[in-house]
């Protein structure tokens, strides 16, 4: 029918009529039925198609239905008869041609021959939805007289839409009440009936006649308005004939259905209007007289209280609920499809949105809610409905709680997609806009697929929408496409980071001219929030300072988003800004590690198990990692166990079922708090750490998560290093067939730091084999990336390891090799040991290696090389005490010391920030898609900043210090001091004698001007 609208015509009809006549008298019994079927099929068709002109269409159906009844007799197919006689009710009732009041009576007559066979005893569903259609063509039939009753006396009708399955688009007519008869001199009440007056002269076209007095007159639509509507109505219901008050209630409920659609003006007060409306005409028009009118109202009171603005939203919406559930009890999906769709469509946006009750079963209520309604609203059918439909059932999946997350998402996308095929951007830009925003959110957390296309996709989405959302013309809509751009740009793996990390600062920024506090407090609150995350992980500038705008963004989204006001969104950001106080530089170390703790319990008193499992299961394990990693060591075997605790307890909601990564995630950091843990057996916890490890590689593979399936390869060798149960050497060999399998992804070219890392592992264990060769060549492997300035922590640990192993060996070039690497990495990085913190565990491994390096000088007989390492351990002795006390030059002016001061403040925040990054990178933990990220590439930008301080520090003291104090340098920088100046302090009758307390010797040096001599007094210590 929609590729030859033009051939329903007149001629159509009468070919119908003549066709049928003709091939009825020339065919056998059987063939007669199968042409009735195909008429009466048609006739249904024709009459609901929405497409060419709705008279001719009409007609058609009419000749369909009354050629059909030449074969469906009443004597031998009663029902199918009766089912004709009311599908000639339905054309004539909504007949265009001839006149209306004929038209209606004919309705009537055909309404009265079904009923005379659909009794109630027989067929009652069917019996109430044609008499239920009798009503309305007596009520029309009424008004019709009326109105041409009215149109004698020159005035005019108004008319209120109603749809129905049977009668879609029914007209029935509101005639004017008398407003002289009820004129006050009240100047509300005089309005009042001015825009009544307007609403019946309209003419079925209020927008042209209403809305312009509304507009003039918008001050007046206020509380007030509200207060003389019902007063009004109250008291002229109580004195009018039944008749006029029905006439009353439904004129006040067309008029509540205009206000309520009133664009202008405060919206709050229209939808108090409009509720105030509905209400007053339920008090006339009741289920027991007026079945269909009183179901419109209660759902069109139902649409209003989803929109109310004043009032509690939790409240809003069961009102909701009630008037929606209220009308579904007369329209029925049988009797009234069209009607039952609509209000059940409804239904499921009113529990979508539902505050009361379980979150789960209010968006499995909201998808049974759709999912019904698609049985009417078919594409066929209804294609933009349907559309419609289908887009907020993906929204119900995305928002789902019950079943898989990952299948949900999947139906999300699959609902959002098709969505569009209807929607496009050049027929429905607002609801392709819509849509594809909402695709954009699920593809942001899909599971299924591959996370960095997923970003791609949900960048491109909200990206695409900003051609139909301008600033201009939707800026709220813009604003939130800017926001969340902003979140997918922040999320973003392809491209350079630091540029991701910008456009998403830049997009929230935007979002922000827009959402403002004043306007939209709630909307500003998130977007300060994401700020906040965004803040967090920036590259660009100061990690310290980048830092604290993070606090600032959160606490500043805080004063919004209370517990009282927002408690989850509240309690979201308190998990946020635990997050931040675990990464922070500023201020004390434990402190800031004990305000992240507050933070994540103050978040889960809100975020519980039993309401949001997911948000709850996060914090715990968020939790766990500040007890791991961010707390003093004074406290460790208490921390170790609270960190066992909160992953222990993340695992009962991160099922390997439902949550794969974050189960796997969470056995990686059990598994280390059990590696590192102080409580218990030795070997019972290695057990559990490696079990926890092998569970975690179930769902980490190098597929899927290369870089996440290499950290816990690496995480489980190091277990094996450290196990006690089993052979040995089994241990070993699993533990460098970790390592091997690791390096795989940690290669030297694409992630050098981490392949370094699994090179000094490896050097454990084949040192732990007695594998000298190999050890030493791990350990020098990973010194050429760990290196004195880069990596002075870790250069220290594999250097003094590659001198004691090549030192045991009496490999003397090697030790000393390893040993001198060790010691430069004290030396040149000066400020690296500069916490309290970093001295107190640096101290014993600093000085066992210059003992060594000095013994290994001695081993190959070179005296005067090991002399030169005695003094270079007391001049780092002696220039760290110095730096401890904040020396100054002399003869420094105060801005000389400001200066000094600044930089050594920088030169520690930075070395702060340092210890936290390569804390997180040696720690072996994987919070993929959180902010506890390790990221090599933050690591490096923090280092080489570290170093440009110190080469700032050493240019600014050879510029501006040297000069006015030439010593001072000294007490900043270890300065060697070579055998031969040593030599030459002393004449041919003077000599040196010098002691050097080892671990287990004390040594005694002494120089003559001749030649050096060294011995020891053997005293073990």
Not at 475 to 498: C, H, M, N, T
Not at 843 to 852: F, K, S, W
């Amino acid at each position: 029918m929609r590729t030859a609208i033009d051939k329903l015509n007149d001629d159509f009809a009468q070919l119908v009529r003549s066709w049928t006549k003709s091939k009825l008298s020339r065919s056998t019994p059987k063939q007669a039925l199968l042409i009735a079927l195909a008429l009466y099929v048609i006739g249904y068709s024709i009459r609901d198609f929405s497409k060419g002109n709705k008279a001719n269409n009409l007609e058609i159906a009419a000749a369909c239905f009354k050629n059909s009844l030449r074969v469906y007799t009443r004597e031998d197919y009663p029902k199918k008869w009766a089912e004709l006689q009311d599908g000639l009710a339905s054309v004539y009732f909504y007949r265009v041609n001839g006149d209306r009041l004929e038209n209606l009576k004919q309705a009537i007559k055909y309404c009265e021959n079904a009923l005379e066979v659909l009794t109630p005893d027989d067929f009652p569903e069917e019996y109430k939805k044609v008499n239920n259609n009798l009503e309305l063509i007596h009520s029309q039939i009424k008004n019709e007289e009326f109105k041409r009753k009215l149109i004698k006396v020159g005035e005019t009708p108004e008319f209120l839409r109603l749809e129905s399955p049977e009668f879609p688009n029914a007209m029935i007519l509101m005639p004017n009440p008398n407003p002289n008869q009820i004129y006050t001199s009240d100047s509300q009440t005089a309005f009042l009936l001015e825009v009544l007056q307007a609403f019946a002269n309209s003419k079925g076209h209020p927008e042209q006649f209403v809305y312009p007095l509304l507009e003039a007159n918008l001050e007046r639509l206020d509380d007030s308005f509200v207060q003389t509507l019902e007063s009004w109505a109250t008291a002229t219901l109580a004195k009018v004939e039944s008749e006029q008050a029905y006439e009353i209630a439904v004129l006040i409920g067309g008029l509540s259905d205009l206000i309520r659609n009133f664009s202008k003006g405060s919206r709050d007060t229209n939808l108090e209007i409009a509720i105030k409306g509905y209400e007053i005409a339920l008090t006339v028009l009741t289920r027991k007289q007026f079945p269909i009118l009183w179901a419109a109202a209660q759902h069109n009171l139902g649409i209003a209280y989803f929109d109310r603005i004043a009032g509690k939203r939790r409240e809003n919406l069961e009102d909701a609920i009630r008037c929606y559930t209220a009308a579904l009890e007369e329209f029925t999906r049988k009797s009234y499809p069209i009607e039952w769709a609509k209000a059940t469509h409804n239904l499921g946006d009113a529990y979508s949105d539902r505050i009361a009750g379980e979150r789960r079963e209010n968006l499995e209520e909201a998808l049974r809610c759709y999912s019904a309604t698609l049985a009417v609203y078919t594409r066929e059918s209804h294609p933009i409905e349907w559309a419609k439909i289908t887009y907020n059932l993906g929204n119900a999946y995305l928002a789902r709680i019950a079943g898989e997350r990952r299948e949900n998402l999947e139906e999300a996308i699959c609902c959002y997609n098709a969505a569009l095929e209807e929607f496009t951007c050049e027929s429905h830009p607002i609801d392709w806009a819509k849509a594809t925003h909402n695709l954009g959110n699920a593809y942001r957390n899909r599971i299924e697929g591959e996370y960095r296309e997923n970003l791609e996709e949900s960048i491109h989405c909200y990206s695409a929408t900003l051609a139909v959302y301008t600033p201009d013309a939707f800026p709220k809509d813009w604003a939130e496409s800017q926001d969340a751009l902003g979140v997918a740009y922040f999320d973003r793996i392809k491209g350079d980071r630091r540029e991701n990390l910008e456009t998403a600062i830049r997009c929230q920024n935007l979002a922000l001219e827009e959402f403002t506090r004043d306007q939209f407090p709630e909307d500003w609150a998130r977007v300060m929030e994401n700020l906040g995350n965004i803040y967090a992980e920036r590259i660009q500038g100061k990690r310290r300072e980048n830092l604290e705008k993070a606090i600032c963004c959160f606490k500043t989204g805080l004063e919004e988003h209370t517990r009282d006001r927002f408690p989850v969104k509240w309690a979201r950001t308190q998990y946020n800004l635990g997050l931040t106080f675990c990464d922070r530089i500023k201020g004390d170390r434990r402190e800031n590690s004990e305000e992240a703790i507050r933070c994540f319990t103050a978040a889960r008193e809100v975020l519980t198990r039993e309401e949001f499992p997911i948000d709850w299961a996060n914090t715990q394990n968020n939790q766990g990692l500040a007890y791991l990693y961010y707390q003093n060591e004074g406290d460790r075997r208490e921390n170790l166990e609270r960190a066992i605790g909160c992953f222990t307890a993340a695992l009962e909601v991160r099922t390997r079922e439902r949550f794969p990564f974050e189960w796997a995630q969470t056995h990686n950091n059990l598994g280390l708090a059990y590696k590192n843990r102080i409580e218990g057996e030795r070997q019972d916890n290695f057990g559990k750490s490696i079990n926890c490890f092998k569970k975690a590689l179930k769902e980490l593979t190098q597929e899927r998560f290369p870089i996440e399936w290499a950290n816990t390869l690496n995480n489980l060798g190091a277990a094996y290093l450290g196990r006690v149960k089993g052979e040995r050497q089994e241990n070993l060999e699993e533990a460098i067939h970790c390592f091997f399998k690791a390096l795989k992804v940690r290669t030297r070219e694409q992630l050098p730091i981490d392949w370094a890392r699994t090179q000094y592992y490896l050097g454990i264990a084949y040192c732990l084999e007695e594998k000298t060769t190999l050890a030493i060549k791990s350990f020098q492997r990973a010194l050429e990336i760990h290196t004195p300035t880069t990596s002075p922590i870790e250069c220290l640990n594999n250097g003094r390891l590659l001198g004691h192993i090549a030192f045991a060996a009496e490999i003397w070039d090697t030790a000393i090799e390893g040993y001198k690497i060790a010691v430069e990495a004290v030396e040149q990085s000066r400020v690296w040991a500069i916490t309290d913190q970093r001295k107190q565990q640096s101290l014993g491994t600093v000085i066992e290696v210059y003992h060594m390096i000095v013994q290994a000088w001695i081993k190959i007989g070179r005296i005067d090389k090991a002399l030169e390492y005695v003094e270079r351990s007391k001049a780092r002795n002696l220039v760290e005490l110095m730096a401890s006390r904040d020396y100054y030059p002399k003869e420094a002016t105060p801005e000389v010391c400001e200066q000094i001061d600044q930089l050594r403040h920088e030169l520690r925040t930075a070395q702060q920030q340092l210890d936290i990054e390569e804390t997180r990178l040696a720690s072996g933990i994987i919070a993929k898609h959180e902010r506890l990220n390790p990221d090599s590439n933050v690591y490096i930008t923090n280092r080489d900043r570290l170093n440009q301080l110190r080469q700032q520090l050493d240019k600014f003291i050879e510029d501006k210090i040297q000069p006015i104090d030439p010593t001072f340098n000294l007490t900043q920088n270890i300065k060697s001091i070579p055998f031969s100046d040593i030599k030459s302090l002393i004449d041919e009758r003077t000599a040196i004698v010098e002691w050097y307390i080892t671990e287990k010797k004390i040594l005694t040096f002494l120089v003559t001007h001749h030649h050096p001599c060294g011995g020891d007094n053997r005293a073990e210590r």
